[in-house]
């Protein structure tokens, strides 16, 4: 053989081996990833809720009548993402802020989600559908890494599987359908797991800029503050640098909502005018956290049957208070497994809500309360664990069901 014929380059077919290894390597790479597995399961998630959010729409009769659409018309699988507060962000997203003096007014919605849906609605093109559509992409997008962020910050407390598990535990929580609809839950979601990710591994400005990004879109993105403030102080240990930094990034998070009181001020005259438009939707805080449960477990004590089968919101109140209960008596198994922060962190946005003295709202609020998945994920044995799955995924599919019907539980 000539030396020639040595460097001479591969045949086409062998190219193409060559390019067919290379890929499937690449490709079995990217399947042994943790990350990879989540988002395929993420989205996986959502497209099979999806379909399912339409089958229900098609079979069930609306429990009332449509308030707003996502086309000019009905549709049966479009109209599955919207219902409820979506209406509120779309009016944002179009027409921006506007103060009602005395009324209820959408500066009750904090900015970052409904303004992403403006932009990128207008990216989409604009117009109706392509707001709604960017609401939805969001959500989706913010969902999966939610996930991906929940399994790092898992890693550095539990093992890989458990902080698998706690996805999935996460993921078929009975009001994580929100993650996927005209919400901004996931985002929120996104947002505060990402915060504590950044204090625990003393990524000192990731947690600040996550923190300050959470503060400004949910009104309990404040909430976190303190157990943020914990969590950076104990990563930071005794060292005094590192503490300066730690203090610092914790002074950066509240800047989003320190931003959003200024420009509300500009509107309405007050810094706090989205606080006194959040009470006029009945949540009043600062009250007892206990006067909701002690009407509805006085209501089931002495006319259960009654209650549940004359009072509309009563069968709604009670899939609150249940999942408001489970979250409060885990409050000592995640103390004793994943520490006192996120004890805090829990134990405030829980009192929040339930202050109000109101159910409304509870578990789209539990659902963003993520350390109650980790410590989920290490239930054992392995058949309590399955079974609390199961049943949380049942739970999951009523609470989708009666929610895309039109049902107030919002």
């Known amino acids: 053989m000539t030396d020639n014929e040595h460097q001479r380059p591969p045949t086409a077919p062998r190219a193409l081996q060559w390019t067919g290894e290379l890929w499937s390597r690449a490709v079995h790479s990217a399947a042994r990833s943790a990350t990879f597995r989540i988002v395929a399961f993420a989205l996986g998630v959502r ?14 009769p609306l429990a009332q009548k449509q308030q707003f659409t996502v086309l000019d018309r009905t549709h049966l699988l479009w109209d599955t993402f919207a219902r409820y507060d979506s209406g509120w ?16 007014s959408n500066l009750a919605f904090f900015p970052v989600y409904p303004l992403l849906m403006r932009y990128l609605g207008l990216a989409f093109g604009g117009g109706r559908q392509n707001l709604y559509l960017a609401g939805v992409v969001i959500s989706w997008v913010a969902y999966a890494l939610a996930m991906v962020m929940l399994y790092r910050l898992g890693r550095t407390y539990l093992s890989e599987a458990a902080a698998e598990r706690a996805v999935i535990f996460a993921s ?22 990402t915060a504590f990710y950044g204090f625990r591994t003393k990524q000192w400005w990731v947690g600040a800029a996550a923190g300050a990004l959470a503060s400004a879109t949910r009104v309990n993105g404040i909430m976190a503050l303190p157990a943020l403030a914990l969590m950076a102080w104990q990563s930071a240990g005794s060292e005094p640098a590192l503490r300066k930094r730690a203090v610092a990034a914790v002074a950066f998070v509240p800047l989003g909502l320190v931003l959003y009181s200024v420009y509300v001020d500009t509107l309405s005259g007050s810094y706090f ?42 069968p709604y109140d009670v899939l609150h208070a249940i999942t408001a209960l489970a979250f409060i008596a885990s409050l000592p198994f995640v103390g004793r497994r994943l520490g006192s922060a996120f004890v805090v962190h829990m134990a405030l946005n829980l009192w929040l809500p339930l202050s109000s003295g109101v159910f409304e709202g509870v578990g789209r ?11 989920m994920a290490t239930i054992t044995p392995f058949i309590l664990r399955t079974g609390l799955l199961v049943a949380s995924a049942a739970l999951y599919m009523l609470c989708m069901s009666l929610w895309v019907n039109l049902h107030p539980i919002f």
């Open 172 to 193: 078929v929580f009975p009001f994580a359908f929100f993650y996927g609809v005209v919400y901004s839950e996931a985002l929120f979601l996104l947002f505060t797991v």
């Open 365 to 375: 609020y539990c659902a963003v309360l993520f350390p109650f998945f980790f410590l």
């Open 47 to 60: 497209i099979f809720t999806a379909f399912m959010a339409f089958i229900v729409n098609i079979v069930f």
């Open 273 to 314: 005018e989205w606080s006194y438009s959040i009470r006029r939707w009945n949540y009043d805080i600062a009250g007892s956290p206990l006067k909701g449960f002690v009407y509805l477990f006085t209501q089931l004590a002495t006319r259960p049957y009654q209650y549940l089968t004359t009072e509309a919101i009563a």
């Open 89 to 104: 962000y779309f009016g944002i997203a179009r027409h921006g802020y506007e103060f009602v003096e005395g009324g209820r």
